[in-house]
């Protein structure tokens, strides 16, 4: 895939053996790992007889020119901007060649093995066998893993079968991207938030922040610097709270690892806080690989609760999906393809789409690198539909030890490294707003700088001199892309009062913003912004430039040497190009 770093052969170890079988099928290209990520524990060897359920990826027909298709079509200016694409047209490029599923299809059919076309465009062959087949079929030793993470006041538990290594015969090595679950450890899911209970006679407290004496954002009352409710971020970034008037618009929530909102909690934040708004307003629920939401008291959670409200309560009236995607022990990659494979088939999907998990960089190995790029590429097919994904861009500041790292190397966090989505960083205070020092950002260890990034972060890059040299990659993938507020957001949740802070706040909020413009390109008859990231690039004078704060993360003493990345003039790996300005952007859309 182009934009991806070298390939994934520079990330999984591949090389030729000579074996044969008994079977006179010549096995050749090996994937293996060396390293256990973190989390992760050896429980022991499963039952032959026990059943694991296997997935094919086949190379698509061309990558390559999706991409290039993707960004022509999303680059103002362009002769097809804003003609997106049909899921008939996306076809084209991401379905398998018919060779392909041909070759793998006998080899299966061979080892007496049935699989079933699955996928958008039958990109994977899906097959459940017994643990001893599957070890025969793939030359491989599966064995029981746990994870368990104690993260953000969650105890994240799961387990899975992985093989320390596979291969497959020589013939097929040109047709099989890779096989899941093998070599890849995927964790369940983060979410990129921190919350606090307090009691409304309270104030919460706030570190100090060094600032300059500029102003970055519109006039907001003095009660904004400790709380910031819709209020105030309609003052800050000009965001109307007139209703949307198009029918045709919506906004999609993603929900992932059973987290739930709760409609009576909408209602009572509503009635606190956006007063001119129904109470009655709501959202639907759309489910995902049986994904639910129930409306049991209690069965709400901090990050499903923050990523309803400040979409229902920012977007006025905007039709809002909460995407309720499935999770019964399943992995990230499983949860975030799962999301992007609604995307690309549903009839009608929201143009807006918000995500606010999330895992860092440092929780990867090599062996993952292959299963990272398999889900980036379903991240393009979806917004190649003209869907603009946003996406949280993680609550570990520059990235190193702190998560989980064993030296100082600085790097960002996926899905927001991923070049087809919207990565949002986070920012405090109001006069002016600075960097928040947990705000995830950086360049990516797996994903290579995409075109429309060259020219922004080059000139970054001339600015900053030997700032962290050394310390990361140069040639990543840049995150964020923009910013918005990520402190002392007020959310109800189970009917208690709590504080939010994080990037988990900061992307609904962005994604409000962009789907009220939307609204009224819509209403002109003009196509919605669809994948942002060329038109951010081209307009940054449509963003407030945040140039103070710095991203050393939260405990800056676990990585000494470093205070991270700072806010600076234009693009900076802090905050991106800045926070919303609603009618710049509205001007740059052409309205």
């Known amino acids: 895939m182009p934009g991806f770093k070298s390939a994934a052969a520079n990330f999984i170890s591949l090389f030729l053996l000579q074996v044969c079988a008994a079977s006179s099928v010549m096995h050749s290209r090996e994937s293996k790992f060396d390293v256990i990520p973190p989390g992760f524990t050896l429980i022991g060897t499963p039952s032959n007889e026990a059943t694991i359920d296997i ?109 320390s290594a596979y291969s497959i015969p020589t013939h097929l090595s040109e047709h099989i991207t890779l096989v899941h679950p093998s070599t890849a450890f995927a964790p369940p899911v983060n979410r990129n938030g921190r919350t606090i209970l307090y009691p409304k006679a309270s104030s919460p407290s706030r570190r100090a922040v060094s600032t300059k004496l500029t102003t970055r954002a519109n006039t907001a009352p003095a009660s904004c610097e400790t709380l910031v409710p819709p209020s105030c971020l309609q003052s800050l970034y000009g965001i109307p709270s007139t209703s949307a008037t198009q029918s045709s618009n919506s906004l999609g929530v993603s929900a992932l690892q059973s987290n739930w909102a709760l409609k009576s909690d909408l209602e009572t934040f509503i009635t606190e806080y956006r007063p001119d708004m129904s109470p009655n307003t709501s959202f639907t629920v759309v489910s995902v690989a049986n994904g639910t939401d129930p409306q049991e008291t209690g069965d709400a959670s901090f990050e499903a609760s923050l990523d309803i409200q400040y979409t229902v309560g920012i977007a006025t009236n905007v039709a809002t999906q909460f995407i309720a995607v499935g999770f019964s022990g399943v992995d990230f990659f499983t949860s975030l393809t799962d999301l992007a494979e609604y995307l690309i088939t549903a009839d009608d999907p929201p143009p807006v789409v918000t995500t606010s998990y999330g895992i860092a960089e440092g929780f990867f190995t090599p062996s993952d690198a292959g299963l990272m790029e398999q889900v980036c590429n379903s991240l393009m097919q979806a917004s190649s539909r003209g869907i603009s994904l946003l996406v949280s861009s993680g609550d570990d500041g520059a990235g190193g030890c702190i998560a989980g790292a064993t030296n100082l190397t600085l790097f960002t966090a996926f899905p927001s490294a991923c070049p087809y989505v919207t990565a949002v960083g986070s920012v405090t205070k109001i006069s002016p707003e600075v960097a928040s020092n947990f705000s995830g950002g950086g360049f990516s260890n797996y994903f290579s700088r995409p075109s429309y990034q060259d020219s922004a972060v080059s000139s970054y890059f001339s600015s900053i001199g030997t700032i962290n040299e050394g310390l990361y990659n140069s040639s990543g993938r840049a995150v964020p892309d923009i910013a918005a507020q990520g402190e002392n957001i007020p959310i109800i949740s189970n009917g208690q009062d709590a504080l939010e802070e994080g990037t988990s706040a900061s992307s609904p909020i962005f994604a409000s913003v962009i789907s009220l413009v939307n609204d009224r390109l819509i209403a002109e008859g003009k196509p919605v912004l669809g994948f942002l990231n060329p038109f951010i690039y081209s307009n940054p004078q449509a963003f407030f430039d945040i140039v103070d704060g710095s991203t050393p993360g939260l405990v800056p003493a676990d990585c000494p040497g470093t205070l991270g990345w700072s806010a600076v003039e234009g693009w900076d790996p802090a905050t991106g190009f800045g926070t919303p300005n609603f009618d710049a952007i509205v001007a740059a859309a052409g309205l």
Request: hydrophobic share 30%; glycine share 6%.
């Open 55 to 163: 997935r094919i990826a086949l190379k698509a027909t061309n990558n390559a020119g999706l991409q290039s298709k993707l960004y022509e079509i999303s680059t103002p200016g362009s002769a097809s901007y804003g003609q997106y694409l049909t899921q008939d047209q996306i076809k084209t490029y991401a379905a398998p060649p018919s060779d392909s599923v041909t070759a793998v299809t006998s080899w299966l059919e061979s080892q007496n093995v049935s699989a079933t076309p699955t996928g958008p465009f039958g990109e994977y062959l899906s097959f459940s066998i017994s643990v001893a087949k599957a070890n025969n079929l793939l030359s491989a030793e599966y064995t029981n893993f746990t994870y368990s993470s104690h993260s953000n006041s969650q105890v994240i538990q799961s387990w899975g079968l992985y093989t």
